[in-house]
């Protein structure tokens, strides 16, 4: 799991006290904000009021690969209720994250959802007991469009304060390490690509085969973890990782 997925202890402390103010009126709950890439879900982030013990136990055994919440939350947009009952609707016979969230008295709640423009899914989980669960949840549901609003501004903020962060950051040798990134070919590629050129104009301005140019576009789109050729020019762009000739 990377150690440096949203990591900064006063960022997420300030959105844990953001959420604790938020979630007030519904009572001593339970919450869960989460961030994970869909890409990658080894790039992990919670922030919440559960027992440290279970989140520790969670990040460990990289539950999320196979929590059925989770699994489910990454096919929907909707907000959904939850119980143990939904490992069976899933079809899934993983039930040991369950099997040990019942220790810590996890047995049902209520999951809202949001597919952001970095690729990354985020979740507002509050969770209900045998005591409050049909209060909460009778509550939940006549609020659900404030706590999904909420889950919107929660992660809005959490980006903008990760974004001035590191815009406040002084340059380093990571940030040079970055310009880097690619062999000097492989920058050839991106800048023409980036001025609009073709992958025939390429092959006929550095003198080179059509299919070397195709072959070195595809080491870039690997490098940089994107799915296509378009996708790594504007991340080359909108990052600085491209050289000028």
């Not at 990377?2 to 009126?25: A, G, M, P, R």
């Not at 299919?211 to 994107?226: E, S």
């Amino acid at each position: 799991m990377s150690d440096s997925f949203f990591n900064d202890e006063i960022i997420n402390n300030s959105i844990k006290t953001h959420l604790n103010n938020n979630l007030k009126d519904y009572g001593d709950v339970i919450y869960a904000y989460t961030i994970m890439k869909k890409k990658n879900l080894t790039e992990y982030c919670a922030i919440s009021n559960y027992p440290d013990e279970w989140i520790n136990i969670y990040k460990k055994n990289s539950y999320q690969y196979t929590d059925p919440v989770v699994i489910k939350a990454l096919n929907n947009f909707l907000p959904f209720f939850w119980t143990e009952k939904i490992m069976i609707s899933s079809s899934l016979q993983l039930v040991e994250v369950f099997n040990i969230a019942k220790e810590y008295n996890i047995i049902s709640g209520y999951t809202f959802i949001l597919h952001d423009c970095n690729n990354n899914l985020a979740m507002l989980s509050i969770l209900m007991d045998n005591k409050t669960g049909n209060i909460l949840k009778k509550k939940i549901e006549e609020n659900q469009d404030k706590l999904q609003l909420l889950l919107l501004n929660t992660h809005d903020t959490l980006i903008s304060l990760y974004k001035g962060k590191n815009e406040a950051a002084p340059k380093n040798s990571e940030s040079e390490s970055k310009k880097e990134k690619f062999s000097p070919r492989e920058n050839e590629f991106l800048y023409w690509s980036s001025m609009g050129k073709t992958y025939s104009e390429i092959a006929i301005i550095l003198g080179i085969r059509l299919c070397t140019v195709k072959f070195h576009m595809g080491n870039i789109v690997k490098k940089l973890g994107v799915l296509n050729a378009k996708h790594a020019i504007r991340l080359g762009i909108e990052s600085q990782l491209i050289n000028p000739l």
